[in-house]
């Protein structure tokens, strides 16, 4: 049981170490109105690309809560 736990821990750590990334070279969140968000409201973001030949992964989250109808 003791071997399992120490396992465990020791699993745990190394995914906390690997997960922090500090490659990302902007982030940025805009609020939405509680009203909704209508398809002809448009959310802009300013982003610097100081190296034009360099590949970026792009990465696009979405957050959404509870009251949303369509959240599954």
Do not use: H
């Not at 109105?33 to 979405?62: C, H, M, P, R, V």
Request: hydrophobic share 40%; glycine share 2%; aromatic share 18%.
């Amino acid at each position: 049981m003791y071997n399992i736990v120490k396992i465990f821990f020791a699993l745990l750590i190394a995914t906390l170490i690997s997960s922090c990334d500090s490659s990302g070279i902007y982030d940025e969140y805009n609020a939405i109105n509680k009203n909704g968000w209508a398809k002809s409201d448009k959310q802009y973001f300013n982003l610097k690309i100081t190296d034009s030949l360099q590949a970026y992964n792009f990465i696009f989250n979405i957050r959404n809560n509870n009251e949303y109808p369509y959240r599954n």
